[in-house]
């Protein structure tokens, strides 16, 4: 294919004649009689007006091949803790290299995970082990499936992308800069991938909770779980997510290598998404031309980074809390992004410093207060205290709280006095920078919910850069979010896929060819 980069107005690049104009006439491209053309990139760039910035493929669009997985049933067996991006791929990856991986995950199958998620925002009963967070997909199934990655150089990214559209994601997610799949089309591509694993000869143990691992003369055999199960494999992948304390306290335990890791701590700011569509198209009217508008904003408070994070256009928010005494938000949209709700994290970074003590558990302790101290300001329960942004700036209770689209029950609350001070501090500097670069973010419509605090996870699992095993373990790959590798789908699946690399040269397993067949890519034009 010929590539040509050219820059797009929103009507030529949804208008198949305007895009063949504009090309002609501004890219210098001698159109062929029924030559193909194809988007190959895109990105939405809205600084000064709607644009978009292409790559355009001319003529046939190469097939893209997927291999599929060979037959593991006769491999050695390893274990993989946790049914996230990070382990899914992880177990893809060993099957890929002969290997039989037994995918144990505390939660719930993602078609009765929902139940539990449903249970929890209706009835505010928090299962510990399936909620937004626990369960198949981990807390990215619930989470609108962002897929934007700063992490191109950990590996192939694109083969990642491949890999969820041949289990029914939409094939434009290999268009986008800041692709997304959208909560409702997480849950069908998370259990086609369960079944082509257990297709190919991998093992899923449901509804188990590690408790232990095994350890024989310094090197890791396997897991035990709360109902006494023991499950051995030659190697076990660590791959629990940013939310798994308890596994932190069972390294704490044992005495294993553990270190506090920075992360980040804030709110989730919601404005009407009318108002950031106003904002970010400069007064355009929003038409179908046009998604959704997004943001992404940042600003230095005090020495400190304040960042926008997971924003979701068209979005609603969610209580995000794993055990009872927490509350938690997040943010998740599905794939129309249709809702009347804009919703964003806005977060303060937060490093060892802030924590009292020196060990590595401080900074957990940390992000354990301020949830609970959040679930006392609401009322012991997880209602989600609120605040105008513009109450917030002026150090104000809020008299009324508008609409937020949170799956719950909002109460006013003053955020300016539960958070840290110098979270807050940072979060008002910041809202102010951000109004400046955004004229209009601050608003009367502007509301703020408590807290956002799994941003990532605030203790790092150490392993040896070479090996990828721990330190002091043999036999065990710390892995993923929760080990502190990753931060999001995409670099967790990057991270699963390294990791059983590893796993597979310490066991001398060799890659396995298997039948290839091509997916559809993107359409033409």
């Not at 679930?375 to 513009?390: E, M, V």
């Not at 408590?450 to 892995?479: K, N, W």
């Amino acid at each position: 294919m010929r590539l040509i980069e050219i820059d797009l107005s929103p009507e030529e690049y949804h208008q198949p004649e305007l895009l063949r104009q504009a090309l002609q006439r501004r890219g210098g491209v001698v159109l062929g009689e029924g030559e193909e053309v194809h988007v190959v990139r895109r990105t939405l760039d809205c600084r000064r007006r709607p644009v978009y910035h292409t790559t355009i493929g001319l003529g046939t669009m190469p097939e893209a091949v997927v291999e599929e997985l060979p037959d593991g049933r006769q491999g050695r067996k390893v274990v993989v803790v946790g049914a996230g991006p990070a382990g899914l791929f992880a177990a893809m990856q060993c099957l890929r290299h002969g290997l039989c991986p037994t995918i144990v995950e505390r939660g719930k199958p993602v078609e009765e995970r929902k139940h539990d998620i449903a249970r929890l925002t209706r009835e505010k009963v928090v299962d510990a082990d399936s909620n937004w967070c626990f369960g198949e997909g981990g807390a990215g199934t619930y989470s609108d499936g962002k897929l934007y990655t700063r992490s191109t150089k950990r590996g192939d990214v694109g083969g990642v992308l491949l890999q969820l559209v041949a289990h029914g994601a939409s094939p434009d997610i290999m268009l986008d800069a800041h692709a997304h799949i959208g909560t409702d089309r997480l849950g069908g591509i998370i259990a086609s991938i369960r079944h082509d694993l257990l297709a190919h000869g991998a093992e899923y143990r449901f509804g188990s909770r590690v408790e232990e691992l095994i350890v024989e003369d310094g090197r890791v055999k396997g897991v035990r779980t709360a109902a006494g199960e023991a499950i051995r494999g030659e190697a076990v992948m660590l791959a629990t997510g940013h939310s798994a304390r308890d596994i932190y306290q069972l390294f704490h335990r044992q005495g294993w290598l553990l270190e506090a890791k920075p992360f980040a701590l804030g709110v989730r700011v919601v404005h009407p998404q009318a108002l950031i569509n106003e904002i970010q198209y400069h007064g355009r009217d929003h038409s179908p031309l046009l998604p959704p508008a997004a943001y992404s904003l940042t600003a230095q408070a005090g020495g400190r980074g304040v960042f926008s994070f997971c924003m979701c256009p068209g979005g609603v928010v969610v209580p995000a809390a794993t055990a009872d005494g927490q509350q938690v938000v997040n943010g998740m949209s599905n794939s129309r992004r249709n809702s009347p709700w804009a919703n964003s994290g806005i977060a303060v970074t937060v490093d060892g410093s802030d924590a009292g003590g020196e060990d590595a558990l401080r900074l957990l302790r940390f992000q354990q207060e301020v949830e609970q101290r959040m679930f006392a300001a609401g009322g012991n329960a997880i209602n989600a205290p609120a605040q105008r942004l513009t109450d917030f700036l002026r150090h104000r209770a809020s008299a009324s709280i508008a609409p937020t689209g949170y799956m719950g029950e909002t109460v006013a609350a003053p955020l300016h006095e539960l958070l840290p001070p110098f979270i807050a501090g940072a979060l008002a500097e910041g809202f102010r920078t951000f109004d400046r670069k955004m004229r209009g973010f601050v608003c009367e419509e502007a509301m703020l919910l408590a807290v956002e605090s799994r941003t990532s996870s605030p203790v790092r699992i150490p392993r040896d850069p070479q090996s990828l095993q721990h330190p002091q373990l043999g036999g065990i790959y710390p892995c993923g979010e929760g080990a502190g590798y990753a931060g999001g789908i995409v670099s967790s699946a990057l991270d699963g896929i390294r990791c059983a690399e590893a796993v597979a040269r310490q066991l001398g397993a060799e890659p396995i060819s298997a039948a290839r067949h091509t997916i559809k890519q993107m359409g033409g034009r």
